[in-house]
């Protein structure tokens, strides 16, 4: 690792601490309905969207129908998604005129960017047409990030409230997260990638001759905007197929970073405007602690392999004093890719500035645990943070167990009903991520889907269905996910890892707004402090290790040992 190279990681980690008390005390506000500067300018904004929509702002909703409202307006989303990419060859602003994809795509397109996954079984610029970029892909990249965020809200007056009936209004939740938060967060965001060269215009593709000779197709677009949200949201969605390593979408180094810094800004913020809203910021510093601990090893561990040698090339002669750089961009350099993988595999993002696949076996299975952790390490917008609070919850029912008392968080007892929602939302993440992996493997129209064989073949199966269960969407290449089959059971998957999460944690919420506050004693768990962040940390690394390091063992960790003795996969 160069000196520059850690300078890099330094001033993402400043930008990062200092963007949490500022967005995160803005957001809390925000949820609060306390005022912000930006009322004047969008209130009577938002009264017209509640009037055109038939919505009650004072109007609360019990767990369940905050739920049916969330499973209703996600499915109208898919649908029209579904259909926009199916019927695009007959809808204007299609300048490179593709057709429109089949059905089996189109689920997974629908299903995919409805989530916030953004997993891209296609080429983007050379699949879709720039209406479906636009109306289809970028429109469900702001509301299916501020899905996340209601429901962490929601989530979050469940631990507040005291005997209520009531979590908010899923509408009402949606539309500050899009109106306060998202527009204009990706506005500024849009502005600054333009001014760094990121195109946005509706221009005709541009033919030209490259240097060797060749004529080569550009294509344009509103990039900047897709851009934007893709980070701000933490979806991750690329204009291009080769995503944030095209030079159109992220073209100078401080593109890169302010880039990188704004896949974790929104969800690791988050955890201020959870401490802000249950009255205590210590709890928010903890949460946040807790991931940061995480994020740092796994970027120090990526780093390091990822600066090492080949040993394979080693031996042969081919010198790498600037590290393992197949895959990356030259511009970039190892510090920049592995830090960028990092956080879109912690985020749940799945942008790429480097070809995952290309990187050691080590620092390919850093990105793997990552997902297979949950989206705790940052995780999603909003879905980090209530993934972590599930874990949370976890941790002080064990220690309630060691002291022989039923154990509390927030004041709030947690008994058997939550635990058992709990345990039922943990299990998705191993059920999705290692037994429909399991089922690629055995039948034939799945295991076609792996490029290489050996342990990296199964890293590739592994890390496919980790990204979908975990709703992150990035992929190693060497997978083919175009088949009809990978692009139905993917598809489904991802909606597995979304929905049988959210649900249980809306029952969660609404079962704890319904309790009483119990008074601290002596005997309550501290859960502010250095004890109970170490805690959390090791109950998340213990349940992800006993869950997938037998996997693990089998694909990268034994693609490493055979690097070590010439053999490559």
Not at 154 to 175: E, P, Q, S
Request: charged content about 10%; proline content about 6%.
């Amino acid at each position: 690792m160069t000196i520059q190279g850690l300078a890099q990681i330094a001033v993402f980690l400043a930008l990062l601490v200092v963007a949490v008390p500022l967005l995160g005390g803005y957001m809390a506000r925000v949820f609060a309905g306390e005022p912000v500067p930006l009322d004047p300018l969008l209130k009577p904004v938002a009264r017209l969207v509640y009037r055109l929509g038939g919505i009650n702002p004072a109007r609360e909703q019990h767990w369940t129908a905050y739920a049916t409202a969330m499973l209703t307006f996600n499915l109208l989303g898919g649908l029209a998604l579904f259909g926009l990419v199916q019927m695009q060859h007959l809808l204007p602003l299609n300048p490179t005129g593709v057709s429109g994809v089949s059905p089996a795509l189109a689920f997974n397109i629908a299903a995919s960017f409805v989530t916030n996954t953004d997993w891209q079984a296609y080429g983007g610029e050379q699949t879709l047409s720039t209406l479906s970029q636009m109306l289809g892909l970028t429109v469900q990249n702001f509301l299916s990030a501020a899905t996340g965020i209601a429901v962490l809200v929601a989530l979050t007056r469940g631990l507040t409230r005291k005997t209520c009936k009531t979590i908010g209004n899923f509408y009402v939740d949606v539309v500050r997260a899009t109106l306060y938060v998202l527009l204009p967060l990706s506005l500024l965001m849009a502005v600054f990638l333009v001014s760094q060269g990121v195109p946005q215009s509706f221009d005709p593709p541009v033919t030209t001759t490259t240097l060797e000779g060749p004529a080569q197709t550009l294509i344009t677009g509103p990039v900047a905007s897709q851009a934007a949200i893709k980070q701000l949201g933490s979806n991750g969605g690329g204009y291009y197929t080769a995503n944030a390593a095209h030079p159109y979408e992220n073209p100078t180094p401080l593109a890169n970073l302010i880039q990188s810094w704004a896949i974790l800004a929104l969800a690791a913020a988050l955890t201020f405007t959870f401490g802000r809203m249950v009255g205590d910021t210590r709890q928010g510093w903890a949460l946040f602690s807790v991931m940061l601990l995480l994020f740092v090893a796994g970027l120090g561990a990526a780093s390091y392999f990822e600066s090492r040698p080949n040993p394979a090339l080693a031996a042969a002669g081919i010198d790498q004093s600037s590290g393992n750089m197949e895959g990356k961009e030259v511009r970039f350099g190892v510090a920049a890719s592995a830090l960028w993988a990092t956080a879109t595999t912690a985020a749940s993002n799945g942008s790429v500035n480097a070809g995952h696949d290309s990187f050691t076996p080590l620092g390919g299975l850093v990105l793997l645990v990552n997902m297979q952790l949950g989206e705790v390490v940052f995780g999603g917008v909003g879905a980090g943070l209530y993934g972590m609070l599930v874990f949370v919850i976890l941790a002080v029912f064990i220690a309630g167990l060691m002291v022989g008392r039923t154990p509390e968080y927030l004041g709030k007892k947690i008994e058997a009903r939550e635990i058992k929602l709990t345990v039922l939302t943990l299990l998705v993440v191993p059920v999705g991520a290692l037994g429909c992996a399991a089922l690629s493997l055995l039948l034939p129209a799945g295991a076609v889907s792996i490029a290489q064989p050996g342990p990296h073949g199964l890293s590739q199966l592994l890390y496919a269905y980790a990204s979908a269960i975990g709703n992150n969407g990035s992929a190693f290449a060497g997978f083919d996910a175009s088949t009809p089959y990978q692009e139905v059971m993917l598809g489904l998957v991802i909606l597995i890892g979304r929905y049988l999460t959210i649900v249980p944690l809306l029952a969660i919420a609404g079962s704890l707004a319904a309790k009483k506050t119990v008074p601290s004693s002596a005997a309550t768990l501290p859960t502010h402090g250095p004890l109970f962040v170490f805690m959390v940390t090791g109950i998340i690394l213990v349940v992800g290790g006993l869950t997938f390091i037998p996997a693990l063992a089998l694909g990268p960790v034994v693609e490493h040992l055979a690097l070590l003795h010439g053999k490559l996969f």
